[in-house]
C-alpha cells in the first residue's frame, strides 16, 4: 500500500521546525563573511594590537656575587610596551631590575630592543629551585587604549646552562646563574 501524500496543513507544520535552504548565493556571501571575521581577529591578535608581541634572548646569567639575569625584550608589536617587573624565584632575593639602565616601569617603543637586567642576591642556597624553567616578566600596553596588563612566562629553556648538569635544555635558570655561588 502505498502512503498518501502528507496534506498542506502538515507541511506548513514541518516548515515552521525547518526553515528552507538559503539561496546558494546566500550561503557563499556567510561563508566569506566568516572567513573574513575569523583572518581578520587572527591578523589584530598576532600583530600584537590585542596582545603585546614581544621577543625574547638571553643577554647574561650568573655571576660570584649577586647574581643577575639578563634578557633583551623586543617589541614586535604596533603599541608601546611598559615593562612593569621581572619575577623572582624561591632561595633568590630581587635586589633591583632595570631596562636599558633605568628603573621600571620602562616604556618600549614598537620595533624597539631592552636590555632587562635583575640583581638577586641568593638568601638560600637550599631553596634554589631545579625545575623552574620559566621566568615571569609582567607588561602592559603603555598608550593608554585598551591596556592588558600581562605577565609573560618565558620558557628560559636552552638560553642558560648549568656546567653541572651538562645540558642547556636541562639546565633551570635559577639553578644555572647560582652555579658559582651554590657549589
Not at 135 to 152: C, L, N, Q, S, Y
Amino acid at each position: 500500500m502505498q502512503d498518501a501524500p502528507p496534506d498542506t496543513e502538515t507541511l506548513a507544520t514541518i516548515d515552521r521546525l525547518i526553515p528552507p535552504p538559503w539561496a546558494a548565493w546566500k550561503r557563499r556571501v556567510a561563508g566569506l563573511i566568516a572567513v573574513t571575521v575569523l583572518v581578520g581577529l587572527g591578523f589584530v591578535w598576532t600583530g600584537g594590537w590585542l596582545t603585546p608581541n614581544l621577543e625574547v634572548s638571553a643577554a647574561e646569567w650568573g655571576g660570584p656575587g649577586p647574581v643577575t639575569a639578563g634578557i633583551h625584550l623586543t617589541n614586535n608589536g604596533p603599541r608601546s610596551i611598559s615593562i612593569l617587573s621581572a619575577g623572582t624565584s624561591p632561595g633568590l632575593e630581587q635586589v633591583s631590575v632595570t631596562a636599558a639602565d633605568q628603573s621600571l616601569p620602562y616604556i618600549l617603543e614598537p620595533g624597539a630592543t631592552a636590555r632587562v637586567i635583575a640583581t638577586f642576591k641568593v638568601s638560600d642556597c637550599s631553596m634554589i629551585d631545579h625545575g623552574d624553567f620559566s621566568w615571569p616578566i609582567e607588561v602592559e600596553f603603555a598608550d593608554g587604549a585598551f591596556k592588558m596588563r600581562r605577565t609573560h612566562d618565558w620558557d628560559m629553556r636552552g638560553f642558560v646552562f648549568d656546567e653541572r648538569v651538562g645540558s642547556a635544555e636541562d639546565s633551570a635558570w635559577p639553578a644555572a646563574m647560582t652555579q658559582y655561588v651554590c657549589p
